[in-house]
């Protein structure tokens, strides 16, 4: 029998979700406002609406199966609705609710005793300005914030000026040494499926990843408590899915969790070439009631990430693609976005081989070769 599954949103990770799913006996339905999102030709039933609204949301999910996201942003009275209904919500809106805030995120990582940075929360700036004694900080708003836009190193008091007048929590600055992403699959009898851990190396201009590495190189002590630590998240949310679990390592090697997603992430788009079963693939088999896959890496992976070009707006177009194909082991992915603007995510790269000097070799040559004008 044809399952009915919906996602919720159309960008690239939808996009890559429905190519996996094109092995799987499954009718997919995408929900979006924009008719040319990356996802929109790929799924055999499109549907113009917003995710954020409550009839749209409902509208599109009653006669489903089951229903995933591929974007925090999402009605989830609606989902509640639906689930009551009997369609397959996953992750559950429990879950999405706990995680949507960083208010309730943080909070459910006290709660659970589950490490991570120390924090207060701030209703607004009146509130932060009050907190100098524990500084240096960053902070975080409640909710809205992504890639970086809703995050404020606060270092000093004549900094506090920076944050967000809006609830948020304001977090022990970390003494970072790395940040490692832990994708973790649940299915709905508890069984859990966990990938090799990613190194992200961050842009420290920007707070946004710069490229990464799997599988991250650390010793067998931290390995261990990311895997543990990375569980408890899981578990304790008590919702089938894919979870990404962002985690940093601190200089004194101790592991605390930044923060998770509960969803396919960018720190898994290199499960499609480099691991047995990617984070795609093992979604659908969550979704739609299938054993779990192996989770094992064949080769090391990079990913680079393609970031529309400064200073060129409109129709895009893929300069150096050509030099970047050529070479062996490098697989591109472009997500059909027909616009490019600076810093807009259009494609990404991946680099698979034995040899982790290769990686990096080829990452730094893509960079240059690679760019998206218009
Ligand atoms: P986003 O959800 O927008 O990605 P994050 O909470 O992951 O925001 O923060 C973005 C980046 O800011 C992190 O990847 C990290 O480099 C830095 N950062 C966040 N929290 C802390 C912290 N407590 N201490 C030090 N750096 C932090």
Not at 125 to 140: D, I, M, R, W
Not at 208 to 213: R, S, V
Not at 280 to 304: C, E, K, Q
């Amino acid at each position: 029998m044809m399952l009915k599954v919906g996602i919720l949103g159309g960008g690239q990770l939808g996009r890559m979700l429905l190519q996996a799913a094109a092995n799987y006996p499954v009718e997919t339905y995408v929900m979006e406002n924009d008719p040319e999102c990356p996802a929109a030709h790929l799924c055999h039933h499109f549907t113009k609406g917003d995710i954020r609204n409550y009839d749209d949301v409902f509208n599109f999910g009653k006669d489903l199966d089951a229903i995933t996201i591929e974007i925090e942003s999402v009605n989830e009275d609606a989902l509640d609705a639906l689930e009551q209904k009997g369609v397959k919500v996953y992750p559950r809106p429990s879950a999405l609710r706990t995680i949507k805030n960083k208010i309730t995120q943080k909070q459910y990582y006290k709660d659970q005793q589950i490490p991570s940075p120390e924090f207060v929360i701030t209703q607004n700036l009146t509130e932060l300005n009050g907190h100098v004694s524990f500084l240096p900080a960053v902070h975080k708003i409640g909710q809205g914030g992504y890639d970086g836009k809703g995050v404020q190193v606060i270092r000093t008091a004549a900094d506090l000026g920076k944050g967000f007048d809006a609830p948020g929590v304001l977090e022990k600055m970390v003494n970072i040494h790395k940040e490692i992403a832990q994708i973790v699959a649940i299915n709905e009898k508890g069984e859990t499926a966990i990938y090799p851990p990613v190194d992200m190396v961050m842009d420290p201009q920007l707070n946004l990843l710069d490229y990464q590495i799997s599988p991250a190189e650390l010793p067998q002590q931290t390995l261990w408590k990311i895997e543990a630590i990375a569980l408890a998240v899981v578990k304790g949310l008590k919702s089938p899915g894919i979870f990404a679990v962002e985690l940093f390592v601190d200089k004194n090697g101790d592991v605390l969790v930044n923060e998770t997603a509960p969803r396919v992430h960018n720190s898994g788009h290199h499960t499609i070439e480099a691991n047995y079963s990617s984070q795609f693939d093992m979604l659908w088999r969550v979704m739609l009631g299938y054993p779990l896959g192996n989770t094992d890496h064949i080769l090391s992976a990079s990913i680079v990430n393609l970031v529309g070009a400064d200073g060129f707006s409109g129709p895009a177009v893929y300069e150096g693609l050509e030099e970047v194909l050529k070479m062996e082991n490098v697989f591109v992915h472009i997500y059909g976005k027909k616009e490019t603007k600076p810093g807009r995510k259009m494609g990404h790269i991946t680099i698979v081989s034995k040899d982790r000097q290769d990686l990096s070799f080829k990452a730094h040559r893509i960079k240059n070769l690679l760019k998206v004008v218009s």
